[in-house]
């Protein structure tokens, strides 16, 4: 991307929040995560501004002295660029551009950006323009977006042009032209899907940049593309299960049937919501999977955060209840190695891996055979008497089949669910 455009463009960030956060670091954590994605549009960080106050100014989203200071910071040291984590309103943004003069982008823009950019399928590309368009529709009149020749550069990729010089009725018939195309696309994605119906299908989700491409080429033996940059993947790519180790070969051959996996785009925090929605159908793999792998870069210290990002917007797109396995990767590079055991304590249905080295795949493979095969067993477990609290966690962990109170104690029938199965056993009489 970097040797695509004509110059690197300097740039600023900006953080804003009314509560006090100055000790929680979620500033820290969030400006990081916005310089990353800066770098990926190919920008230089040069400065972070933020500030936490009651007393903003609702014409500029923060205050004004603020505003002020980032104007002259800006005039100062030639920045082109000025970048804000919080979503800004066309207000905003014209007041912003007003006060800063220079290019002003929020994080969902930015995000949009990015994703034009990696855009590589017709499909891909026809999401991202639909995401665009929808985005821009309510801030059509901004400055710099009729001056986006001028200025070039992160921010104007994509539907620019029909941006800048068709009006709001052209732009809203160009939307309805994109939905019908990929309505098409659609169509023919449904009829593939019912043609893996005699696989079993797993997929590869995860935040963003967390290793999920690394890991369908270990396990498919292919070459989909990786790179150390946010949102690499905006494509499903599609593989069989083939990895050829000693140990991994014989677990696979008894597979009940082919297994498909499928590698998809990856999420982050405060996704656009017009980017989900377009992107549903690309998504819609993951919700007709038999079974996720949730990948987890374990080395980054805000991974737990990040888990919590990934299942919300799993829920999001519908896929919320199907099984997962959560994956932590890049263990090779994880410095406190003493954080596997609580981890693995805290979630049972989990393995440690590292997808670059292949360190750990037998392990993966073997708890994904449990977890796709257990399905169709059933256990049968006797309670005490009374021991309500025994079924009231059966309850909480398992898939109740069937409940029967009998003089001798509770039986319990319960599809078998490898999470729960250790623990219940002590519960067992
Ligand atoms: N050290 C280490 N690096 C890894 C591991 N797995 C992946 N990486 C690196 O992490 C970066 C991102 O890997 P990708 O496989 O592209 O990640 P992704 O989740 O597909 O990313 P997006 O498609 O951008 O969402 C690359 O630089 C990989 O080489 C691992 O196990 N250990
Ligand atoms: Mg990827």
Redesign the pocket.
């Known amino acids: 991307m970097l040797e695509t455009r004509k110059e690197i463009e300097k740039t600023v960030l900006v953080y804003f929040s009314v509560k006090d956060g100055k000790n929680s670091y979620d500033h820290i954590q969030s400006l990081n995560e916005l310089s990353s994605l800066a770098e990926t549009a190919g920008a230089e960080v040069v400065k972070s501004f933020y500030q936490f106050s009651h007393n903003y100014d609702s014409r500029f989203m923060i205050g004004k002295g603020k505003v002020q200071e980032i104007a002259g910071y800006v005039e100062d040291n030639n920045i082109s660029l000025v970048i804000f984590e919080n979503e800004l309103s066309y207000t905003h943004l014209r007041n912003l551009e007003q006060e800063i003069k220079c290019k002003i982008l929020d994080k969902s823009n930015l995000i949009l950006d990015i994703f034009a950019r990696n855009a590589k399928t017709a499909q891909a590309k026809l999401q991202v323009e639909l995401a665009q368009l929808e985005y821009s529709l309510p801030r059509l009149t901004r400055q710099w977006t009729h001056l986006s020749k001028q200025y070039g550069g992160i921010g104007t990729k994509g539907p620019g042009e029909t941006q800048i010089e068709t009006d709001r009725r052209l732009i809203k018939k160009r939307i309805s032209v994109l939905k019908e195309k990929l309505e098409k696309i659609n169509v023919q994605r449904k009829t593939q899907a019912d043609e893996r119906k005699n696989f079993l299908r797993l997929s590869l989700v ?1 935040y ?7 890991l369908l080429n270990l396990l498919t033996d292919s070459d989909v593309y ?8 905006l494509d499903t790519s599609t593989r069989v299960l083939n990895i050829k180790t000693k140990d991994t070969e014989a677990v696979i051959s008894k597979f009940p049937k082919k297994v498909l996996i499928s ?1 998809t785009v ?1 999420f982050i925090k405060n996704l656009p919501h017009n980017l989900i929605e377009s992107f549903k159908s690309t998504l819609s793999e993951v919700v007709e999977s038999d079974l996720l792998l949730h ?1 987890v870069d374990v080395s980054n210290n805000n991974f737990e955060e990040q888990i919590k990002v990934v299942n919300e917007t799993l829920e999001e797109i519908g896929a919320k209840g199907k099984p997962i396995l959560l994956v932590f ?2 263990v ?2 994880l410095e406190n190695k003493e954080m596997i055991k609580g981890l693995s304590q805290k979630h049972p249905n989990s393995v440690f891996i ?4 292949g360190i750990n795949s037998a392990a993966l493979i073997l708890k994904v055979k449990e977890m796709l095969t257990h399905d169709t067993k059933e256990t049968v477990i006797k309670l005490k008497p009374h021991d309500y609290k025994g079924l009231s966690t059966l309850y909480g962990n398992s898939e109740i089949r069937e409940v029967k109170y009998l003089k001798t104690g509770i039986k319990v029938t319960i599809k078998t669910k490898p999470s729960g199965k250790k623990h219940l056993e002590k519960k067992t009489i």
């Open positions: 995860g963003t940049n967390v290793g999920k491409s690394t990786v790179e150390n940059k946010l949102f690499a993947t590698d990856g990948v990767n890049k090779d590079i590292s997808a670059k080295k």
